[in-house]
Structures are given as C-alpha cells and as structure tokens.
C-alpha cells in the first residue's frame, strides 16, 4: 500500500499546477492559490507541488508579484507569503530557505508582534482596511486562513 501512496503523491507533485503558473523572468513562477489555509497549510500545499511559499527579495519582484496578485481572484483578505518571525528575537525569515528577511514591504506600523500570544507572526500580502492602497505586507497570526502564493524557481 506504502508503494501504491508514494506513486500517487509523485505523479500529483509532478503535474499539480504547472497550468496554473505565472511566469516571471526567465527562471522563476508563481501559483495563486484559489483556497484558504493556514500558514503552515499552504506551506505544505507548497512543498506538495514542488514548490516553496513565495519569498520577496527585491522591489521589483514584489512590483512583479503585486501585478501578479491584482490579476488574481482573492476576496481581499490577502495572500501567505514564506515570512515567518523567530519567536525569541522578533526577527523575520524566509520559509524556503532561512534567509533573513532583508528586503521590506511593510504598512504602516507593522510588523506587529503575535509571536507573544503564542500564535506565531507570518508575512501577509494584501491591501489594509479594504482600501485602494498598493499591495503592501503585514504580520499576522499564522492561524489565520488566507489564500497563498507558492514560487517556483527552475534550476
């Protein structure tokens, strides 16, 4: 049965979303979800397809990523990115790779800080309060479902 499963999970990873890809350059894609997760639910979504929740580097990938995202269907509640804060020092992260978050896009008065009510802080990506705003980042419980976007990078 073990064999049978293992079979199965390959030929999903293989062929989950390549349709559903959105080019950026030469060597880089994004998956839009259309679901809602948890942080770590779309985390393992990502992972599944052979993918990683979608880190931001520079200013013009997140100008890539924000045409991107206002092309997609959302309801407005936002977007997981792969940022994480270290609980003990407040620091951010990068999910794919540990990478210490340089590059920022923060709103106005974020981040804030949820890791002290034990629920973790993660990187959203979404418009505050329903306005027009551009598409800026926001730290909130990693609890919360929101939909998510997954980066694939082609060796």
Known sequence: MKCVIGVLVLAFCATAYPNDL?????????????????????????????????????????????????S????????WLGGVAENVSGDWYWSDSARRVIYTNWGTGQPRDYGSEGKGSCIRLGNFYGTSQPLLWQAVSCEYKLYFICKYTSS
């Open 22 to 70: 959105v080019p950026l350059g030469a060597s880089t894609s994004y998956y839009v979800s259309t679901t809602k997760k948890s942080f770590i639910g779309a985390w393992i979504n990502c992972k599944t397809g052979g993918m990683d929740l979608a880190s931001v580097t520079t200013a013009a990938e997140q100008a890539e990523l924000n045409t991107t995202v206002g």
């Open 72 to 79: 997609a269907t959302g309801d407005g509640e936002g977007y």
